[in-house]
Each structure stands twice: as C-alpha cells, then as structure tokens.
C-alpha cells in the first residue's frame, strides 16, 4: 500500500504546489523526502520548475512584464539577471544534493572495500603464519629422519664388520672342525666291536 502511494505523487507538481504556498527549496525537499519521494526525483523537480519559474514569476510578480510598456526597460533586465541568478543556485544546490548523495554511497561502498581488505590481509597474515609453521615442523621432521638414518647407516656399517669377523672366524674354524669329525669319524669306526654291523 505504501508503494501505490509512493508512486501516485507527482514530484513535478507537488513542488509546484508547495513553491505557490511560498516553501524555500530546502523545505520543499524535507516535505517531498518526508513523503517518501527519492532526492533524485526532488531535485529533477526543482530542476524543472526553476526552468518554469521565468514564465511563471511575472504573473505572480507585482514587476511589470514584457506585455505592459515600462518607462525604464533596464528593470527587465534586472529581472532576467536575478532570475539568471536564482536559477543558476538553485541548480548549484540541487547538483550539491545528488553530489553528497553519490559521495554518501561511494563512501558507504569504500568503507566495504575497506573492510574486505583488512579480512583478507588477516586472512593472508594467518595462512602466513601457519605455513611458517609448517615449514618448522618439516625441518624438525627432516632432521630427525636425518638422524636415524644416520644412526641406521652406522649400526649397519658396526654389523658388516662383525660379519666381517665372523667370515673370517669360520675361514679359520670350519677346516679344522672338518678335520675334527674325520678323525671322530674314524675313531668311532676303529672302537666299535666287529661283531656288530651298522
């Protein structure tokens, strides 16, 4: 419902109306935002009626105009400078309303820039910081692996030299233990009854 009345004001004539019971521009704007009419369709209204305004300020005016003879024709361009004037501040005015209407927004945008950008930098600060760590934590492991395999490769050169030892301590022992069971061998046949056979 609000909506269909929004839509049902006439900016163009309600500044009209509002300029004939004498309303300021300023006035006219805080009564047409009260009403729920956008500045941009103030200000195009005030626009036009500041347009208007020379065609419609004689007849309101006590100022003789064009149609009535006047003794000093330099009133009339009096008139037209002061007309001139207004319009041009009216203009001026209505051009410092859309300005600090578009810098409201950009700014509101900026300052959401703003924020963006300070979340990512503490985003980016964070990853920074865990991949920092993470570049700890890889060293340490790396040294670690570092040191059991240096352990491992000296354990392993300590058994191939007991191997070592041992090869050579069979070289020597297993010819003689062979020699040995020989003998045991013989023994044994020598010592054993004739009677019994194997």
Do not use: C
């Amino acid at each position: 419902m609000g909506l269909f009345t929004k839509s049902m004001i006439n900016p163009l004539e309600e500044v009209k109306q509002l300029k004939s019971q004498g309303y300021s521009d300023y006035q006219v704007i805080d009564e047409l935002k009260r009403k729920g009419v956008s500045l941009n369709q103030i200000n195009d209204a005030l626009a036009q009626t500041a347009i208007m305004m020379p065609e419609n300020e004689p007849q309101n005016s006590t100022e003789p105009t064009d149609n009535f003879p006047t003794e000093n024709p330099s009133n009339n361009e009096s008139t037209k400078t002061n007309l001139g004037e207004e319009l041009y501040s009216r203009v001026e005015e209505i051009a410092d309303n859309i300005i600090d209407e578009k810098w409201e927004l950009l700014v509101g945008e900026v300052k959401k820039i703003v924020e963006w950008k300070e979340k990512m930098e503490e985003d980016l600060n964070k990853i920074k910081g865990d991949i920092s760590r993470l570049d700890e934590d890889f060293k340490e492991l790396h040294q670690g692996v570092l040191g059991k395999l240096e352990d491992y490769d000296t354990k392993m050169t300590e058994v191939g030299t007991e191997l070592q030892a041992v090869g050579k301590v069979f070289k020597e022992v297993v010819p003689e233990f062979v020699e040995n069971v020989k003998e045991l061998k013989s023994i044994t046949k020598l010592s054993r009854p004739k009677g019994k056979l194997q």
